[in-house]
């Protein structure tokens, strides 16, 4: 029990309390709240548009790809009730240098650059046969090359036959028979006579046995058939004439280009025999036919060639600026503005409405023309998509687990683009076994071994930006696919690696002729995707790894495949750069 003066004590030090707390809280009013401000958007960390697992407290590199940083910031970006949109403060704008540009109407023209040949014009080729049997007694041309007029003499021919045919018209003659006389003459016209020997008989009066074979038509002797004292039958080509005052070139384009390849469109050829000179014709026929191993289809194109400078089997260069077949100029939008990946281009379209604010929508491309795509669908002239900066906002969209280029239903998903080096949780690659490989005898598998060989060589120069080892590789490439046999191969394996080898050489040949390490990496790019193919249709051997790797980044963005015979990402497209920019997406031979 407390005594009176314990709690009288109590009861002190209870108010001593009461009194220091209404102090301290500054006569009862209340405690101030502490609260960030609505609209800020602070900056917090920075991470990499491809690496989104790399954070760090300060703008810089990324550590993996050396790309530029981008802000991660709390407030107000990224807010938006719609799915598709991403909200950028105006400084996360700036720091990921967005670009815009409008959605127009452009005349377009695309420059198509083909190599093709000169050859005869068809329509243009005369032969000079025999009408009546006989014997060959004199050639008037004697060798080919030589320019024959229409109507000149070209040979001299025996015929007892003629001698008969032209008694005949004699005889009708002096009986002044019409019907018999125009009979006569028409068999004399059947077995080749002109009017004008017909003539000489009828005024000679007398029969010859010999007749004077006239040219039918003007051109050059290509083809001499006959020789003297031989003799001939009804039909003997003893001649053949080409008119070369109009020749034909065959060029070939690949199935992308043929929507800007018309009749009528006009050719500008050159050749290496008149430098600096120029030679113009037209489109006259498309071959309805494609053919299915090459995957091109052939067109003609007709060039006049009145002073005769032009010669048949000359290689020439050909330049077709060709427009787009619609009444009015197409929709465009820089090539930079789509990310594309398989069948689908995603934009990035600026809201007017609301500055900052971005939507990802997916449209339908048409061509690419230069530096532009014609759009089909999905956007309206006016709109503004983004051309630089798309690919970080499209990867703020993945981080936020929204609706992206590589995941378009969005939701939580991996990096999109992993590194071999880098301690990421994934399924592992398995082993592809086509369904089908095409069998091959094991001495086109030891040659082709060669040829994969030497693809590595210039892999692994390329990746180390080594242009001068790239381009030895390229020499290997090219004796090692020279070295290989395809009289071993049979039906499907033989027309199948026939339809690969030109690809092959021509890219193979164009890395060893590099002057920049660019141009060796572009024509590597179209070796890979070709050597990829080979690799999966034909039954290699298993004496070195095959894996295939994928860099989104290449060539602006569109992606590039190449092989490695090792795991670990070595980027031949862009070496340091970029060294471990990409992923292993197959193996074909583990």
Not at 48 to 76: F, N, W, Y
Not at 389 to 414: C, H, R, V, W, Y
Request: negative net charge; glycine residues 6%; hydrophobic residues 40%.
């Amino acid at each position: 029990m407390f005594t009176r003066k314990q709690w009288a004590i109590l009861l002190v030090f209870v108010g001593l309390a009461f009194t220091t707390g209404f102090i301290v809280r500054g006569g009862g009013s209340p405690a101030p709240s502490i609260s960030a401000p609505e609209s800020t958007a602070t900056v917090t960390e920075w991470t990499c548009s491809m690496h989104p697992q790399i954070r760090q407290p300060k703008p810089g590199l990324c550590p993996i790809c050396a790309m530029e940083l981008i802000p991660v910031s709390t407030g107000d970006d990224h807010q938006s009730d719609n799915p598709r949109q991403i909200k950028l403060s105006p400084a996360a704008i700036k720091l990921a240098h967005i670009q815009t540009s409008p959605v127009e109407r452009r005349a377009l023209s695309a420059e198509l650059r083909l190599v093709g040949k000169l050859d005869v014009d068809e329509t243009r080729l005369t032969k000079i046969t025999a009408w009546i049997p006989g014997r060959i007694d004199k050639l008037h041309i004697d060798f080919t090359g030589t320019t024959v007029n229409n109507g000149q003499p070209v040979a001299d021919v025996y015929s007892p036959k003629l001698l008969t045919l032209q008694e005949e018209y004699l005889q009708a003659l002096r009986l002044k028979s019409d019907v018999l006389v125009n009979a006569s003459r028409k068999k004399l016209e059947l077995f080749g006579l002109s009017a004008a020997q017909i003539q000489a008989i009828q005024d000679r009066g007398s029969a010859e046995d010999h007749i004077t074979v006239l040219a039918p038509a003007s051109g050059i002797v290509t083809h001499k058939n006959a020789v003297e004292g031989m003799y001939v039958n009804t039909g003997t080509e003893i001649y053949t004439l080409a008119d070369l005052s109009n020749l034909w070139v065959w060029l070939e384009a690949y199935e992308s280009d043929l929507s800007w390849i018309h009749e009528g469109l006009p050719v500008e050829l050159t050749t290496e025999a008149y430098p600096g000179e120029s030679f113009t014709g037209n489109i006259e026929f498309i071959d309805p036919i494609l053919n299915p191993h090459t995957r091109t289809v052939n067109f003609r194109v007709s060039v006049p060639n009145p002073q005769g400078k032009l010669k048949p089997e000359m290689f020439v260069r050909a330049l077709l600026q060709a427009d787009p077949s619609t009444t009015r100029p197409p929709l465009v939008i820089p090539a930079s503005a789509p990310l594309i990946t398989g069948k689908r281009a995603v934009v990035y379209v600026a809201d007017p409405e609301q500055e900052g604010v971005f939507e990802g929508r997916e449209i339908v491309l048409g061509d690419r023309v230069g530096d532009f795509y014609i759009v089909k669908r999905g956007l309206g002239e006016g709109e503004h998509v983004v051309t630089y900066g798309n690919f970080k906002i499209d990867s703020a969209l993945q981080i936020l687990a929204k609706p992206s280029m590589m995941n378009p239903e969005g939701g939580a998903t991996s990096s999109a683009h992993q590194h071999g080096e880098m301690p990421v949780a994934r399924t592992p690659v398995a082993a592809s076994s086509p369904p089908s490989l095409l069998e091959v005898p094991p001495v086109f598998q030891r040659q082709l071994d060669a040829v994969f060989s030497a693809y590595f060589e210039i892999q692994q120069a390329l990746s180390h930006d080594n242009l001068e080892d790239a381009k030895a590789a390229g020499n290997a490439m090219t004796r090692a696919l020279e070295n290989v046999d395809m009289s071993v191969l049979q039906d499907d394996a033989h027309h199948l690696w026939m339809s690969h080898l030109p690809v092959l050489k021509d890219n193979a040949a164009g890395i060893a002729r590099a002057i920049v390490i660019d141009i060796a990496r572009t024509k590597f790019e179209k070796l890979s995707t070709t050597l990829i193919s080979v690799a999966k249709q034909f039954d290699i051997s298993d004496t070195q790894p095959v894996l295939v790797f994928h860099c989104p980044m290449a060539f602006g963005d569109q992606g590039a495949d190449w092989l490695q015979n090792k795991p670990g990402v070595e980027n031949p497209y862009f070496g340091a750069q970029m060294l471990r920019c990409g992923e292993q997406i197959e193996t074909i031979i583990p």
